[in-house]
C-alpha cells in the first residue's frame, strides 16, 4: 500500500533547515542493473574471477541449505551439489546457467547470514559482500541472456535473484521483472503438469517446484503493489510439489513418484503457503466460487461470524495438514508454526477491516476497535518472535518480505488516539520493539514508505508526549524523551524533542509539529489507505526516489 507513493523527503518550508544525512550502505535502494542491459562490463572469463574462494563458496552454500533451501525450494540438492562443488576447482566447464545459478546462490546464502556471523565467516562486511554478489549473480543472468532463456539452471538462478531482490529495491521493479520470469516459466511449459510430457519423476517434481514458488511469489508481490495477480484465473494445471524430502527421489532407477510422507519435511514449508493457493484456486473451479472465494473476506453482506467460521475451517485444515506434526524443537516446524499463525491474524484482521472508503476508526465500536487492535497486535508479537528467536536467526531474511505493515499502522494510529489511555504505554512499548528488530524502519531514508510511517510516529508520539510532559510538569518531574524517538528523528532529519527539568513550569512546544510533516488531507482517523495513497500522490508528484 505503501510503495505506490511517489513522495518527497521533507515538505518544501521544512527542507531548507533539514537536509537528509548520507544515507547508511545497507540501505536497500540497489537498482537492479538487470533492467539496464548495457551496463554489463564483464565477460564470462572475468565473472568466474569474482566467484568467492573455495572454502567461502563451502560456507556459503551450506548456509544456503541451512538457511535459504527450506524456504524457496525450486531444486534437489543432490543435483546442485556437484555444480558448487566442480566451482571450487574449474568453474569454465559449466554451462552460462549453472554459473549464473551459482552466483545467484552466493547472493541469497549472503544475504540471510547475520551480519556478526558474515563477518566471521567470510571476513568482511556484509553490505559490501551484497553488493558485490549482486552485480556479480546480474552480470552471470545477462551473459546467459536470461530474458530468452530456456535453460531451467538459468531459470532457478533468476527466481533466486528476485527472491533475494525483494527487500533490497523498490516492489515494482520486481513485479515487473516477475512478468519476465513468468513468461519465461509459460514458454517452457512449466504452466502444464510434466505428466503430459512424461519427462520423468525427478524432473516433473522440478518443474512444479518451479511453477507454484513463481505462482506464489507473483500472488505476494503483487499484494505489495495493490495488484490482483492474474494467477487467480489463469487456467494453468500444474500439480503441487509432493511432500517430500530431497533425498526421496534420490534413487536409481525411479519410475514412479514415491507415496507422500504424512508428517512434515523441508518442502513442508513450502507447501503450507501453497496450500492456500490451491485451496482459493480450488473454490474458484466451484460453480460460483469465483466471485465468493475472492470477496467475502471484506464483504460488508458477510458477517463477522460467517468470517470467522470460514477462517476457522482453513485453519482446522492447516492444522490437520501442518500444526499437528510440528516439533517444537525442529526451528523450521517453529517456523512453520509462526508462519501459519501469521496468517491467519491477517486473515482475521482483514476480515474485520472496515471496507468502505475513508472509513473511520471512530466510527466502530471499542469493541470492534479492542478486538481489531488485539490481533495486529497478536500479528506482531508473532513477527517479533521470529525475529528474536535465535534458532530462526538463519530465517531473519525471509521476514523482511512479510513485514506487516497494516497492523503496524493501526497500532500507530490506536496509539494516537489512545494517547491518555493507562495501557497506551503497551502500545509504544510494541511499537518501539519494531523499530529495534526492524532498523530499516527507522533509518531507511530514502525509503518512501519508512519516512511516512516515521512521521506518523513522531506525530502519534507528540500527542502522548504532551500529555506526558504536563503530567510530569504539574508534579515537578523533570522529563527525558526516549532515546529512539531522538534517533528515529534524527535518522529521517524530524524535529527532535526536547527534555524539561524538575524546575521548568512550562511545557515547551515543539518547534515542528510532525503532523505538519504528512500529506496535508492526511487524517489519523481514516482507515482507508487508498485514500491516504491518493492524498500523497496529489500533494507530493515527481521525485521519483528508490
Known sequence: MWYSWSGTDQPEEHASTTKHQSSPPYL?????????PSSLTTDSGSLLAQLPPADQLTILWRRYLKNVHPLVKLFFDWEIDPIVQKCCGDASSLSKGEQALVFAIVFIATLSLPDQECATLLSDNKQNLLYESQRSVEDALLLAEFATTSDIRTLQAFILYLSAMRDRTRPAAIYSLMGVAVRIAERMGLHRDADMFDLGVVRSEERRR????????????????GSLSMTLYAGWDTKPPANLDDEDLHRPGLRSLPVERTGLTSMSHCLWRYSILHMQRENMRQPGGMPESLSWLL???????????KIDAIESALGAKFLQHCELLNPLHVYIQIGIRQFLLAARRTARQPALVNAKILEMTQRERDDFLEICTKGLDYYLMSQTTESLKGYQWHNENYFQWPSFVYII??????FDNDRVTDLWTLIR?????????????????????ARITLAAWQRHDAYIRQRQANVNESYEPPQWIGEMCQNFNLPQPTATSASGSVVPVPAVDASQLLPADFDFDVFDWAAWDETYANTNTGSGTV
Open 299 to 309: 464483504s460488508p453482506q458477510v458477517s463477522i461470524d460467517e468470517k470467522d467460521v
Open 28 to 36: 536497500p535502494s540497489c537498482f537492479p542493473t538487470i533492467l539496464a
Open 433 to 453: 520493539r519494531i523499530y529495534d528488530i526492524h532498523p530499516e524502519l527507522s533509518t531507511a531514508s530514502r525509503r518512501t514508505e519508512a519516512g511516512t510511517v
Open 210 to 225: 518451479i511453477w507454484w514458488q513463481l505462482q506464489y511469489m507473483e500472488i505476494a508481490i503483487a499484494r505489495l503493489v
Open 413 to 418: 494510529l490506536e496509539a494516537h488516539h489512545r
